[in-house]
């Protein structure tokens, strides 16, 4: 369906609905329905203008008989059928949710579900969403990076997440410290002294330690110590009192503090006694008024934990909602975090946004729209199932949005240099193809200086092909003109001449390619996304040295 007749579509239902229509509801209907449109916003406010100008001068009788005659029915007025199913419970404008990234780097293509399904849902409900740090200690092999807060900040708005408050576990440890005074005072915790070994060994034969016959009095005594630096890393923790004969072994007496002499990259050593994650969410998600919790499916202790927690403290509970794993189909997308921040310390990739680290950085470079990551997120919806998908699914949703933004322009990889016997000077040709509005380039021909791809050359030596924009040629060293005519079954391939630019590619395996291109280029801008023919899309990252981002074909 063309926009104008969306718009026509939209303008007539709100002049029946209201008499007149209204340019802003027109162009908020049109952006529901083709959100790809975002990009063209300028074009739409146009021609929503004229189309609202042209219905507001009919008369109502002739509005009907527009809508009859156009056969535009009602039930499409209606709203869009959402693709996600209802959160359970949940009540407009009182939906609270939260991020919870753990700042290790930069989020990750694989990190996106869970951003953008708390995003969605925050928004469809408008309610209120959190970004908070799940910064607590971290351990020796997944460490916080302090880079990471930014990174994550930035990737959250380039996706178009939007937040209303920021906070941060480490900010928080005196809160952890007073709720598990309470749970001592209750009776419920207790300071285990026992060698690791021994809490493993008693956990799986099911049997009680000592220390959970400690009294009060001493265990508050012996947390404070903890607190104070009086007890050594490892000589001490404090564990919650679950059942010893618990049918799941990790669920009996879980710990809930202990002491980490690490310094924490936000707030040094200024404490050493540091919670377990699900402890800090028990006590935070009551806190904070989290009504939703979205989690991923294998994470049923915590569930357990936290609900155990809330019901001791006789808190409300939130819901929790759970998804299955994200993985794509991809070599290169199953790069840890932790692996990354090594080959970036040694200098093998290029830093956090190297195409290898699938970091929402590196998608950016390489010319990924986040409207693209957020359809293909949304269109899985909220399986429990595990999926692992074929990456080209991420590039046809990006395609279906850049191909409307992006011009095409001649790159050849592995030139090779013919001439042509014709005397040309310069040649007219259209930005693109499809879209004939964009308008044309000039392009200078030097006739004796042409590159086309290696691979054309040797396919089609001898025979007649057209040289895209210009004309039909017998393909040779020298290649003779034959015919301004362009017959569809020639086969068509592209070419640079003279002048030209260098330019570099960067690939997703981190490689790089040279290739020549036709001066047009410089005409871009950083940023800018074009098509180039047979290599596929690509993002100019650097003017300067014409360094391009490979996107995908
Ligand atoms: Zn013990």
């Given at each position: ?105 930069p989020l990750h293509i694989g990190n996106a579900r869970m951003v953008i ?38 990737g959250?708005?380039?996706l ?136 991923g ?26 998804y299955g794993l994200l993985r794509l189909k991809e070599e290169g997308a199953k790069l840890s975090k932790?692996k990354t ?13 190297d195409p290898r680290t699938w970091s929402l950085q590196s998608l950016r470079?390489r010319?990924f729209?986040?409207?693209a990551i957020r359809n293909f997120i949304l269109k899985l919806?909220?399986s429990?199932t595990d999926v692992t998908l074929p990456v080209d699914i991420l590039y046809a949703e990006n395609r ?108 997703p395996n981190g ?39 490979f996107a995908h074909k």
């Amino acid at each position: 369906m063309k926009i104008e007749d969306v718009a026509l579509k939209y303008a007539l239902l709100n002049a029946k609905q209201y008499g007149k229509a209204n340019e802003d509801a027109v162009i908020k209907k049109i952006l529901a329905e083709l959100p790809e449109m975002k990009e063209n916003i300028k074009k739409i406010i146009e021609i929503v203008r004229k189309v609202v100008g042209d219905v507001n001068s009919l008369s109502e009788e002739e509005v009907e008989k527009k809508i009859l005659e156009l056969n535009i029915s009602e039930v499409k007025k209606e709203e869009k059928k959402e693709i996600l199913p209802d959160l359970p419970d949940a009540e407009y404008g009182k939906v609270v949710m939260r991020l919870a990234p753990f700042p290790s780097g930069p989020l990750h293509i694989g990190n996106a579900r869970m951003v953008i399904l708390n995003d969605y849902y925050v928004k469809r409900y408008k309610g209120k969403l959190i970004l908070f740090y799940d910064d607590t200690i971290g351990s020796e092999e997944k460490p916080i990076d302090k880079d990471a807060y930014d990174l994550i900040r930035d990737g959250l708005e380039w996706l178009g997440v939007e937040y209303h408050e920021v906070l941060y576990k480490s900010d928080r440890l005196e809160i952890y410290y007073k709720y598990a005074a309470d749970l001592i005072k209750l009776g419920r915790v207790y300071v285990c002294t026992c060698e690791k070994e021994e809490i493993q060994k008693n956990r799986r034969l099911g049997v009680e330690c000592s220390c959970r016959s400690r009294s009060i009095e001493e265990n508050l005594d012996l947390f404070q110590k903890m607190i104070d630096g009086k007890i050594p890393e490892g000589k001490a923790v404090v564990r919650l009192k679950t059942d010893m004969k618990h049918p799941n072994p990790a669920f009996r007496d879980r710990v809930l503090l202990r002491i980490c002499e690490r310094e924490h990259p936000r707030v040094g050593k200024n404490y050493r006694v540091w919670p377990m994650l699900e402890f800090s969410w028990a006590i935070d998600d009551y806190l904070i008024g989290t009504t939703h919790i979205l989690r991923g499916k294998e994470l049923t202790i915590e569930d357990m934990m936290e609900e155990y927690i809330w019901e001791i403290f006789g808190w409300k509970k939130a819901k929790f909602i759970h998804y299955g794993l994200l993985r794509l189909k991809e070599e290169g997308a199953k790069l840890s975090k932790s692996k990354t921040r090594k080959m970036i310390e040694r200098g093998e990739i290029r830093g956090w946004d190297d195409p290898r680290t699938w970091s929402l950085q590196s998608l950016r470079k390489r010319g990924f729209q986040p409207e693209a990551i957020r359809n293909f997120i949304l269109k899985l919806g909220l399986s429990e199932t595990d999926v692992t998908l074929p990456v080209d699914i991420l590039y046809a949703e990006n395609r279906k949005i850049i191909d409307k933004i992006a011009n095409r322009y001649f790159a050849v990889l592995n030139p090779v240099k013919i001439s042509i016997d014709y005397d040309i000077k310069k040649v007219m040709i259209k930005y693109h193809p499809d879209f004939p509005e964009r308008g044309l380039r000039e392009v200078f021909v030097n006739p004796s200086e042409i590159y086309i791809e290696k691979e054309d050359f040797e396919k089609f030596k001898g025979s007649d092909v057209v040289l895209i924009g210009m004309f039909t040629v017998r393909l040779n060293e020298v290649s003779r003109f034959i015919s301004n005519e362009i017959l569809e079954e020639t086969p068509k391939i592209h070419w640079v001449s003279y002048p030209n630019v260098k330019i570099k590619i960067v690939m997703p395996n981190g490689s790089e390619r040279e290739a020549i291109a036709e001066d047009g280029v410089k005409e871009l801008k950083e940023g800018d996304i074009v098509q180039f023919y047979r290599i596929g899309f690509c993002r100019l990252d650097d003017k300067k040295s014409f360094t391009f981002y490979f996107a995908h074909k």
